[in-house]
């Protein structure tokens, strides 16, 4: 290529001491993840006519140096002709002048031959959105795929490692002072690349001691871990590469934190030396003394017995799913005149429940959206098949039937209870019509305020009734047996009852399949069935477990049982609910 030069592997520059032999002490480090003295860095710099792609600045010099261990692999320089006059001082800050770049190649063929260069390696780059920016800008251009490159920010690195003290700023020119550098950055491509390399390699050094030795520490050093964090990582040294859950204890072996991960070991040496910003996290770090691992055949059952694990142990360090017991429901009863009623639990009386509700407040919206659309009772007491009472105001306000004074006869009112049930079991459409009508006559009005409280009430229920039936879909199933290929390209076989997983694993290789599901069948866990939405797991492992089943490629090897959705049911209306829920009522 025209403007191009490369250097012979393994061509290290003079006056500059391999990587591997200043690291040579280290090697004796349980590491994590990718040492750095076996990474392969591309270290990259730009020049350009401006600031921005976006404003249509561009390329006018690329200049690479690839780098393992402390030696140079080789390195990588062209002009590049941008098709446009170069500004007069930018031509004057880089030396790159308009008849310098008349006969040289064009990004369109520039960009390629960098890509070659650098495939595999690791981006390097003192400031790095800048060059990284133009680089997939032009790929983008030329509709090019941009290869899924890792990057390391040296400025952002430095920031991390050199004092006030050092240098004023993290510029290059003034780290290349503090690292001594071998070439003076002079805003030419290759010879601020080669400035770079140094900057890299100085870095490096002091991140080895404080305990930064592989590359997935090194991108994490956006994040404030503390000394005392990063010197207990040995607590993760026992567990394996493999997926499944990780438990915090502290001294008196309570547990503190529970999470999953495809990679134990990987995820738990994390907390102590990768980005966590989190400031609970490192609180509990300081108390934790030892971490528990159970290994999970599939990333499925790791999340589901996550779940599990903190409803039972109700870590004071998560914040999600600690109370699945803490839900209610809306019941509709069986008794002579049924009502709706806020319920905390589930009951084996042949009612019908819509939920569950995370909090309380969210199931009184939900039945108001349906005391506001049915005329239904809404008093407490218990009633005789021949009631004798009085009527209350909400009989005067044509709010209820007022079945309490005989306004109703029995067959009235059951037609009313059948629609109400189908508005929780199959087709809301009444009460979206109605509360939707409710609102645009408010809105008309100029009440805005109180439209609002209609929507939200629409939004409550749409939701629980959506939530309620995808649920129902797959718990009301004696038993679903469905196989994933992974990534790995072995079959993952999950075995759930009545929402609830009892069963996992993996089909070993040359297996027989057949054989290997009858087998899981016959030992998974004995689910009894029982009323209600979720009757035998929470509803955050059901919906869990349903992500699971409606990826792409999901194999159903059996079912006992009808695993269908309403046509015509609640989730059809979630997308208005949701543009309605951002959006403010009125002009």
Partial sequence: MTGSSTTAESAARPGFAPLSARWEEQRGFDELGRPLRDVTFCVVDLETTGGSPEIGSQITEIGAVRVRGGEVLGEFQTLVNPHAPIPAFIAVLTGITNSMVADAPSIDVALPAFLEFASGAVLVAHNAPFDVGFLRHAARAQGRHWPDFEVVDTAVVARRVVTRDEAANCKLSSLARVFRAATTPNHRALADARATVDVLHGLLERLGNIGVHTLEELQSLNARVSTAQRRKRHLAAGLPHAPGVYLFRDHQHHVLYVGTSRDLRKRVRSYFTAAETRSRMGEMIGLATSVTGIVCATALEASVRELRLIGEHKPPYNKRSRFPERVHFLKLTREAWPRLSLVRRVLDDDADYLGPFGSRGAATKA?????????????????SITPAGSPCVLAELDRCLSPCDGSADAETYAGLVAQVRAALKRRPDQVVETINAKMDALAQQLRFEEAGVHRDRLASFVRAASRTQRLTSVTSCPEVVAALRDETGRWQVHVIRFGRLAAAGVIPPGGDAHQFVAELRAGAETVTAAPGPVPAASAQETECILGW?????????????????PVDGAARFLPDVQERSVATVGP
Avoid: K, N, Y
């Fill in 367 to 383: 039945l108001d959206a349906l005391h506001a659309t049915f005329a239904i009772r809404q008093c407490s007491d218990r009633m």
């Fill in 549 to 565: 089943l409606e990826l792409p490629g999901i194999r159903l090897v059996h079912v006992d049982g009808d695993w269908t959705l």
